[in-house]
Each structure stands twice: as C-alpha cells, then as structure tokens.
C-alpha cells in the first residue's frame, strides 16, 4: 500500500496562488503515477492533473491548464501542485491519490487515496 498525505490548501483571493504537496510512504513511490483529483459540495470528484513515473509526462484537465503545474520528486517521495491565477470555481477539497489501472483521467482508476485538504478561493 501507499500512504498519502496532502498539505498546503487554504484561503486565497481570485488571481492568488497555491502549492499543494503530498507526501507518500509505504510501497515504492516511483512505481505510481500520480494525480490530484478535487471535489466541490455536490459534485463528482474530478480530475485535475497527473503525473508518469518519471515525471517527463504530465496531464492536465483543461479547466486548469495552462494555471496549474504538477510535478514529483521521487528522492523525497513527493508530489506537488503549484496552483496560480486561482479562481472561485477552484474552490473544493483536493486529493492526492496514486494511480493503479485504467485512465489517468478518471477517479476509478485510483486505488490510493489522501485525505484532502481544502482549497477555497474567494472573489
């Protein structure tokens, strides 16, 4: 098993940032993709960025790109999302979560899961 722990949300302003990190331990870290994944109140918990095994690839959903940056660094066993130019419909509690089978792009294909920490962004 992996185990995941996400820190770094908070309250920001609109056009503000944030760095999200998740700190894993347990299995081999390098063997997973990554991704972050959030959850407003009353919806479906949504892709937002992952990450291959090495790094060189990323993936994004495009409500965020071009805004938001995923990168790991396997000697500390951490991945990070840098998060700027935030917006009020960013506001959701983001989860960092290990990716095991399937699409990159869907919460189903996640078998390790973090808590969450909260993000809320206000206008």
């Known amino acids: 098993q992996v185990q995941l722990v996400e820190s770094g949300g908070g309250l920001v302003q609109a056009g503000g940032s944030l760095r999200l990190s998740c700190a894993a331990s347990?299995?081999?870290?390098?063997?997973?993709?990554m991704g972050w994944l959030r959850q407003a109140p009353g919806k479906e918990r949504d892709f937002v960025a992952g990450?291959?095994?090495?790094?060189?690839?990323?993936y994004y959903s495009d409500s965020v790109k071009g805004r938001f940056t995923i990168s790991r660094d396997n000697a500390k066993n951490t991945v990070y999302l840098q998060m700027n130019s935030l917006k009020p419909e960013d506001t959701a509690v983001y989860y960092c979560?290990?990716?095991?089978?399937?699409?990159?792009?869907?919460?189903?294909?996640?078998?390790?899961w973090g808590q969450g920490t909260q993000v809320t962004v206000s206008s």
């Open positions: 990450i291959s095994w090495s790094g060189g690839n990323t």
């Open positions: 347990g299995r081999t870290f390098g063997n997973y993709r």
């Open positions: 979560a290990a990716h095991t089978q399937g699409s990159i792009f869907y919460a189903g294909g996640y078998d390790y």
